[in-house]
């Protein structure tokens, strides 16, 4: 990372986030933050940017494009609907599902040998569809079946195992972790590595250098990859997660000018393109609830977001509170 200066003033930015029953805060959520700016520095942070945490899902765009750099990814006649759904975290929709079972049966496989395991679908259209239909829950429900069928189809062309694809020391993992370190601007040894709960390698590394990523990736153009990953998530706001999903009302309420991707444990990434912006958040405690109006309120301060929201968008910046009966008792809102 280079020094704290650039187009913008360093700004500090208070994104802590309360829980409130009647007039009292009952809960708060610490959240830390860190935006990169278009010549690569740090102009904003909430709390500490240095803080070292796990990418989760963040990192799905960085772990698909050494699959597009090879060249396999284009010899299976695959676009931006498959390469969407390798970044997403989708919410086991009937559009995801069809999507991710097509991309095995390209390659000659089946659900059995995603790695990943099933769980209720994240949209409460999935879950809906789902329990209405009587089907069977599978293991292409799972959110990240995309990327799982992208990392099998990797090894599949690449004439590597496909079984064991999943483990760190195996090829697709290893091209991961690098195109991880590139775009992260760090050694491949000081990135730690752990098990995500979809079953692949989860890193780990500072917020800064997540949003330096983040940044790059926003600013893209003339890496064919990063840009086409950019592409598809920006015109396939559905696919990168569903119907009630927040990163794609984000992307569709901004018109792709803001491409956000979700990670577990209040982890959450935004690029910014026309503004060069990258943007890392983490909730301290892990709590979903708080990242999306931290999220939005980071927006709103480089004005990527007005300070009145579509309705859609409102709902996540200030969501209220029911007990069993219906009834508003409170609100989970911004401190500042």
């Known amino acids: 990372m280079r020094g704290h200066r650039g187009r913008y003033r360093m700004k500090t930015i208070e994104l802590d986030v309360v829980a409130t029953r009647g007039d009292e805060i009952e809960s708060r959520h610490h959240v830390h933050a860190a935006v990169v700016g278009a010549d690569d520095t740090l102009i904003a942070v909430s709390r500490d940017a240095r803080l070292v945490t796990s990418w989760r899902s963040c990192a799905k765009p960085f772990q698909v494009m050494p ?3 090879a060249g396999a990814f284009d010899d299976l006649h695959w676009g931006d609907d498959q390469l ?10 009937p559009e995801h599902v069809a ?3 097509a991309m095995l049966r390209d390659i000659g496989l089946e659900e059995g040998d995603l790695a990943c395991g099933p769980h209720d679908p994240l949209s ?11 089907a069977r829950l599978t293991r292409l429900h799972n959110n990240c079946s995309g990327k799982h069928a992208a990392m099998l189809a990797r090894a599949q062309t690449a004439g590597w195992p496909t079984y064991g ?6 090829q697709v993992q290893r091209c991961c972790l690098t195109s991880v370190a590139t775009w992260a601007n760090l050694d491949e040894g000081s990135i730690g590595r752990a098990v995500d709960g979809c079953g692949v390698v989860a890193f780990s590394l500072p917020l800064e250098n997540m949003a330096l990523a983040w940044s790059r990736f926003a600013r893209s153009e003339s890496d064919d990859a990063a840009s086409r990953v950019l592409n598809a998530m920006r015109t396939r706001p559905f696919l ?5 999903r927040f990163d794609s009302i984000l992307i569709e309420e901004t018109e792709g000018r803001a491409v956000a991707k979700i990670g577990a444990e209040g982890v959450h990434c935004v690029a910014v393109p026309e503004q060069g912006l990258g943007i890392a958040v983490k909730v301290d405690d892990g709590a979903q609830r708080a990242q999306f109006p931290a ?3 980071v927006l709103q301060a480089f004005d990527v977001l007005p300070a009145a929201l579509s309705p859609r968008l409102d709902d996540f910046l200030r969501r209220q509170v029911r007990n069993t009966r219906g009834e508003v008792v409170g609100e989970i809102r911004l401190v500042a």
């Open 295 to 297: 999220v939005i309120r």
């Open 99 to 101: 999507i991710a079972g």
């Open 67 to 69: 699959f597009l750099n």
């Open 165 to 170: 694809y999943e483990r760190r020391d195996h």
């Open 84 to 93: 969407a759904l390798s970044c997403a975290s989708h919410g086991g929709e």
């Open 240 to 244: 990168i997660g569903g119907t009630d």
């Open 124 to 134: 409460a259209r999935g879950m809906k569809v789902l329990r209405e239909s009587g």
